[in-house]
């Protein structure tokens, strides 16, 4: 088991690492690198995303910041006690998750926003660190198939024994939950496959877990 939960100078990649590249040269003001995980280190809700996207993460350095996807998951985040603002608009904005991290199944952007299953499995490393260091009664946020699928991988299990699905809860050992969402995307919420009710639901739910989970 790895021990590292995240490494700035990556470049395990060959693919990812070469596109990064080719993205720092056209946009060099642009963060361009491995993206780490943001909130709280000591978080029992850990929010698991697909990769950083070329003008949000990828740009401003910090998850789901700077593009639509951030908008409705810091805003729910917000409403429900995970976040101290109801956006995330740069790493200097004062913006702070108490008992909540935010992290991706894949560190840095891919081209066309596609991760290869093999760099999935790649970066599976530090996701495994992350998941596998947390407490007792955590729960952890799959937002996608993908996400789900590499938490599973990171904590030991195999996916085909939990279906993904929206709103489904599997128990896990160690008393820690995974809970699933479809991911907050631009395309999943404009054509209402997610909504606003959907995904607050899910966070609402996140919490009472969290919360039982303080009290047990």
């Given at each position: 088991?790895?021990?590292?939960?995240?490494?700035?100078?990556?470049?395990?990649?060959?693919?990812?690492?070469?596109?990064?590249?080719?993205?720092?040269?056209?946009?060099?003001?642009?963060?361009?690198?491995p993206v780490a995980p943001f909130g709280d280190p000591a978080a029992r809700?850990?929010?698991?995303?697909?990769?950083?996207?070329?003008?949000?993460?990828?740009?401003?350095?910090?998850?789901?910041?700077?593009d639509h996807a951030g908008i409705i998951l810091y805003r729910t985040l917000?409403?429900?006690?995970?976040?101290?603002?109801?956006?995330?608009?740069?790493?200097?904005?004062?913006?702070?998750?108490?008992?909540?991290?935010?992290?991706?199944?894949?560190?840095?952007?891919?081209?066309?926003?596609?991760?290869?299953?093999?760099?999935?499995?790649?970066?599976?490393?530090?996701?495994?660190?992350?998941?596998?260091?947390?407490?007792?009664?955590?729960?952890?946020?799959?937002?996608?198939?993908?996400?789900?699928?590499?938490?599973?991988r990171a904590l030991g299990l195999k996916p085909a024994a939990y279906v993904?699905?929206?709103?489904?809860?599997?128990?896990?050992?160690?008393?820690?939950?995974?809970?699933?969402?479809?991911?907050?995307?631009?395309?999943?919420?404009?054509?209402?496959?997610?909504?606003?009710?959907?995904?607050?639901?899910?966070?609402?739910?996140?919490?009472?877990?969290?919360?039982?989970?303080?009290?047990?």
């Amino acid at each position: 088991m790895s021990t590292v939960q995240f490494d700035s100078r990556c470049r395990l990649c060959p693919r990812l690492a070469a596109f990064l590249d080719e993205v720092r040269a056209e946009h060099p003001d642009y963060h361009a690198a491995p993206v780490a995980p943001f909130g709280d280190p000591a978080a029992r809700l850990i929010v698991v995303g697909l990769a950083p996207g070329m003008h949000g993460a990828n740009r401003s350095g910090r998850p789901f910041t700077g593009d639509h996807a951030g908008i409705i998951l810091y805003r729910t985040l917000h409403k429900y006690g995970f976040g101290s603002k109801p956006e995330s608009v740069a790493l200097d904005d004062g913006l702070k998750l108490t008992d909540c991290r935010i992290t991706n199944a894949v560190k840095c952007l891919p081209p066309a926003n596609k991760p290869l299953p093999a760099e999935v499995r790649q970066c599976g490393r530090y996701l495994q660190a992350e998941l596998q260091a947390a407490a007792p009664g955590s729960v952890f946020l799959a937002l996608g198939r993908i996400a789900h699928e590499a938490s599973l991988r990171a904590l030991g299990l195999k996916p085909a024994a939990y279906v993904f699905a929206h709103g489904t809860e599997h128990g896990l050992a160690r008393g820690q939950v995974l809970l699933d969402s479809y991911h907050c995307s631009r395309y999943n919420t404009q054509t209402r496959r997610l909504t606003t009710p959907m995904f607050e639901q899910v966070v609402a739910r996140a919490r009472e877990l969290v919360t039982a989970g303080a009290r047990a």
